[in-house]
């Protein structure tokens, strides 16, 4: 995903990217930040889950024990 300093172009048209490249991401960021990751992710979730497909169902496989 194309971004400056972790923005997004405002022009940019979700979805951001599709679901597979969405779970690798998610799995990434889980595993290498952690519980700040995961705080992360779950924003996205809340607030732009209609931008990147799968990502409900993505982190919440990550955040099963």
Known sequence: MPHENGRIAEETEPPFASAEAVQRGVTLVASQ???????YLR???RYA?????GIEAQVA???QP
Do not use: I
Request: hydrophobic share 40%.
């Open 33 to 39: 930040h952690g519980a700040d990751g995961l705080r």
């Open 49 to 53: 889950r209609d931008a990147w497909p």
């Open 61 to 63: 496989k990550v955040e």
């Open 43 to 45: 924003t996205l979730v």
